[in-house]
């Protein structure tokens, strides 16, 4: 078995240069898990999350009920949105936090739609996430576009794309797209761009308002500690708002929530891509994660990810196993996969013994490291399971 030892100190001098080290002891850290290795699915729970929702639970909902709505919740979506859209670039007025992901994606991209008549091709990869896909299919289905499933989205767009979907960061490989360029060429082609930032957002450099970006969504479940089920994010930008139609109108995207008129006129702001009531108690832990994520800030998050994701391949070429992302540390975001024949063995076995990962179908096992809360001592531990744990299920391919 690859003796991973000799690698102890490199961990330990690392964590201790580590500038984010500090805030670890922010999140809740289960003494019985050795390595937590999925926090690109569900981010580690912050201990300012609990203190917040308590006193959201004894005081704000037991003691304020009803008032409540008129002491801030209402401005929740959008207060919360400007928030988030510090850490992707985005300046005040252009970011709602509502719904899910998927839900404000159909959004999006229905928006999006309405943003280039004319054309009739929606463009996505074949590698998105299934919601993704799903939803552009419908979406294509239901305004009569043809949708281009394809491998490269980049070499797809042309002077028939009205809309293209993109993941900056693939969710199985980990391989990262280039965003400025991307919307630079989707633009030069005549069309809108909506990107899927749910594997960068606060762990990757993003600068939706200085690229251009047309329509964006995003999760905070993920780096951004919001908690399992966490409400989204929705940036569309300030230039599109007066055109933007979404197909899910309800009173919280009404000019006058409260009129309760008869006729629906949207909001003029991003607020019109609501639809109705949001989760209060999910705001306000999604406002606890971002926070953090804001304290780190953006550049320091992608250069402890950076570091350690090289640090993670590495050790995975020791071990001899087949790392899937790229090893350009500029071309990858913040989790690292390998092809395994067993991948679903081997992570069952690894969270039997205290190591968290992810599996992916059919043979991908996936390391996140979430640069807030992973520490090189626990991704060392994590890997020196998995080497043990490779030395009992046998040979792997
Ligand atoms: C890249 C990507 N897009 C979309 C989604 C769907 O998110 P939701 O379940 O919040 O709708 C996920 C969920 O993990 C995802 O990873």
New binding site residues.
Partial sequence: MTDLHPLRERAASLDAADPLAALRAEFVLDPDVVAYLDGN?LGRLPVRTQERLATFVRDEWGGRLIRGWSEGWVDLPVVVGDEVGVLVGATAGQTVVAD????C?AKALHAAVSLVPGRDRLVVSTAD?P??RYLARRVAEGRGLELMEVDDVAAAIDDRTAVALV?HVD?RTGALLDLPGLTAQVHAAGAVVVW?L??SAGVVPIDLDAAGVDLAVG?TYKYLNGGPGSP?FLYAASRHHARLEQPLPGWWSADDLFAMADEYRPAPGIRRMLTGTPPVAGLLAVQQGVSLATEAGVPAARAKSEALTAFCIEVLDELGLEVVTPRDPAQRGSHVTVRLHDARAVAERLTDRGVVPDFREPDLLRLGLAPLTTSFGELLDGLTVLAEVLDQVGPVG
């Fill in positions: 699915s899910s992901t998927s839900v994606l996430f919601t993704d993941s969710y899927d749910c594997h999760c989204a």
